[in-house]
């Protein structure tokens, strides 16, 4: 009888944007805990869960990596794929907030995660320099990549690592507008294919995380422009969602599940902040009742594909 290959062997990167926005779900609850009455309780409860997810897969492409190094650069073979495996580092330096009040384990997580997603730039690149011409089309997906490093300064301002938040925020920063301006001239002539369109929403994420770390660092003038910058795109997203999520669930909408965690984020650091928060404290409520459904939701999904083999299949993951 032929044996059934185990799961670890062909984890797939897909599951790691999903494991992001569920850890950033996590931390949405407990930022919204911080500035109204709910309680504090659910947040933790969400990382604890979430954070056990993720490093559950984590061990489990280091395994498949182990077997056969070689599969990470399969998986980066795809625009999704090279997403996916920039979560796994953007995902340590989550973790590293999560982890915030262990201290010096935190610490050591989020130098791992800072690390590792300046290795994963340097492989996409030469992934994408090895590629021909025509496949090196900008996508959304190439933001997790080249702008990832900006989750950083979630953990990082908390833990004293001021120049280094500069520096990952500056280039992060133009990194994104060289894909933000880049992919806006391509719309202006083709639009994504349908089972491609979740993944617009990722802009969402880093106009999100400038804001937070604007706040984080006291600059109130860039923090007021990316918080507006970032409502009017979600608005934008919200108008336009039953377009964006024609056809029903795929692995891309994992896409999706960051960014409005990211967000709902944003707007409970705006009413922390004070003065006029009747839009934040709306937008918060709203973004945490759409966040807790939706990434729920994917996670549900895509565990249950997990499962049966069939999100490694849809996915195109190599195998081990």
């Known amino acids: ?160 690592h001021s120049l280094v938040v500069t520096i990952v925020s500056v280039f992060s920063f133009l990194a994104f507008l060289v894909i933000a301006i880049t992919y806006g001239l391509k719309l202006t002539k083709v639009r994504p294919q349908q089972p491609l369109r979740p993944s617009l929403v990722i802009f969402l994420a880093p106009m999100s995380l400038f804001a937070i770390t604007a706040a984080l660092t006291g600059h109130d003038i860039i923090f007021t422009v990316f918080y507006w910058l970032a409502v009017d795109l979600a608005v934008v997203f919200l108008v336009i969602s039953p377009w964006l999520t024609k056809g029903g669930w795929t692995p891309i909408w994992g896409a999706l599940t960051f960014p409005v965690a990211t967000f709902t984020s944003l707007q409970a650091i705006a009413v922390g902040r004070g003065g006029d928060t009747t839009v934040a404290l709306t937008l918060m409520i709203a973004g945490l009742v759409i966040a807790t459904g939706l990434i729920l939701y994917v996670v549900y999904m895509a565990g249950k594909a997990w499962i049966r083999g069939d999100l490694s299949k849809k996915t195109g993951a190599a195998t081990a």
Not at 34 to 45: C, D, I, K, Q, T
């Open 1 to 160: 009888m032929r044996k059934t290959q185990p799961l670890w062997r062909s984890t797939p990167p897909a599951i790691f944007p999903i494991a992001l926005g569920f850890m950033g779900l996590g931390l949405a609850w407990r930022n919204v805990a911080n500035v109204v009455p709910v309680p504090s309780f659910l947040g933790e409860l969400i990382l604890g869960v979430s954070a056990a997810l993720f490093v559950f897969f984590a061990v489990s492409y280091l395994l498949k990596f182990i077997a056969r190094p070689a599969v990470v650069l399969e998986d980066m073979k795809t625009p999704p794929g090279r997403a996916g495996v920039a979560a796994i580092s953007m995902g340590l330096m989550i973790l590293a907030a999560a982890m915030l009040p262990f201290g010096a384990l935190a610490n050591g997580i989020w130098w791992a995660g800072v690390i590792l997603q300046v290795v994963v730039i340097l492989l996409v690149t030469r992934v994408l320099m090895k590629m021909p011409p025509e496949a090196r089309m900008v996508t959304p997906f190439q933001l997790l990549p080249y702008v990832g490093l900006i989750v950083a300064p979630i953990a990082g301002v908390a833990l004293g």
